[in-house]
């Protein structure tokens, strides 16, 4: 239970079914005093529900599998996203070993997205409001994972969630704006970047803007503050639009291009977890999305190696980031995904 509008509801309802519920809230990262308000507003939905509530202090771990990716993958000239390796590596493994611990036989959380069911393989499925789904960060879980999770907000709206949480007699919970990106950076990642590192200067100094055949078309600030795809606060002007098309870590350069340079028709997926390997084929009956919202692109399979795959795709996207993720969908189904390598 973050304290949120979404995790609240859900307990609500679970309670309407007749569910024996337990809360739990995670402490992961609190860069200041007001980081621990989810607390207070957790134990505030709990106690008037009568749901017992636990405190999972989970800072330490966090900072080494999380925070730490973060950093390590903006100084290897990629483009992180954390959300789904806390997904993959942290969050869900953390509550399944608590429900364990509680004797409880579910775990449920507020996502907008639904489980199914079909020909023995449980699927995360697209929510009904397309505006709030979160399939696309549910890629990595498994089977026995599948198997004992509840969404009970899967087939739901958010603003009838909001109404919810108004009639249950939670006015403040149904007021509360949604989060947004990583829960420990939500804006510019540049500072808190800078903050992690000791000695950030040994890190991060200027070097080299080159264009595709390597001339030199001016400096940068250092190559880990700049991410695949950008045109704005590059801090360069030439009679052009110029877009970041790769990162060069070794050299400390990074290669400008025009827009339609950094189209691919395909790329590589390392790190991939799929439902079923067999549901792929040589034909193009994928659909693979490389960002959250509205992206939907017609692709092809092919698996190389069990930590290694390739998408081909019917038509060229733009700012294929190193680091992203692509997640596959058929039917508005969620075959897996994986982190994107290049």
């Not at 979404?6 to 402490?27: C, E, N, P």
């Not at 009838?160 to 950076?185: H, M, N, P, T, W």
């Amino acid at each position: 239970m973050s304290g949120g509008t979404d995790s609240s509801v859900a307990a609500m309802l679970l309670l309407r079914k007749g569910y024996d519920v337990q809360g739990i809230t995670f402490r992961f990262y609190e860069g200041d005093k007001s980081a621990t308000e989810h607390i207070k507003d957790a134990e505030s939905v709990c106690h008037k529900t009568g749901i017992p509530h636990h405190v999972y202090d989970a800072r330490v771990v966090f900072k080494e599998k999380i925070i730490d990716y973060f950093v390590q993958e903006y100084l290897a000239g990629r483009t992180p996203f954390p959300c789904a390796k806390c997904n993959n590596e942290l969050k869900w493994k953390l509550i399944f070993e608590e429900a364990e611990r509680l004797g409880c036989d579910k775990v449920a959380m507020g996502h907008y997205a639904r489980i199914l069911l079909e020909n023995g393989k449980y699927f995360i499925g697209e929510a009904p409001d397309k505006d709030k789904d979160q399939s696309f960060f549910l890629w990595g879980l498994q089977q026995e994972q599948l198997a004992n999770i509840l969404f009970p907000l899967g087939n739901l709206h958010k603003t009838a969630v909001r109404k919810l949480a108004a009639e249950y007699g939670f006015q403040k919970i149904s007021e509360k704006k949604d989060s947004l990106g990583a829960c420990f950076c939500a804006g510019d990642y540049r500072p808190f970047l800078k903050s992690q590192l000791i000695t950030p200067e040994k890190h991060i100094f200027p070097g080299d803007f080159i264009d595709e055949s390597g001339k030199v078309l001016g400096k940068h600030a250092g190559f880990p503050l700049y991410t695949v795809g950008q045109r704005r606060g590059l801090g360069i002007h030439l009679n052009r639009a110029v877009f970041v098309k790769e990162i060069l870590p070794e050299d400390n350069k990074i290669v400008l291009a025009p827009l339609k340079s950094l189209y691919k028709t395909n790329f590589l997926v390392e790190h991939y977890r799929l439902i079923d390997p067999n549901l792929f084929s040589e034909q193009f009956d994928t659909i693979t999305r490389i960002r959250y919202r509205k992206q939907n692109t017609l692709s092809k399979i092919s698996i190389i190696s069990n930590q290694l795959l390739r998408v081909e795709l019917a038509e060229p996207l733009e700012s294929i980031a190193p680091g992203q993720t692509a997640v596959f969908y058929r039917d508005g189904k969620v075959l897996g995904g994986g982190f994107i390598a290049g």
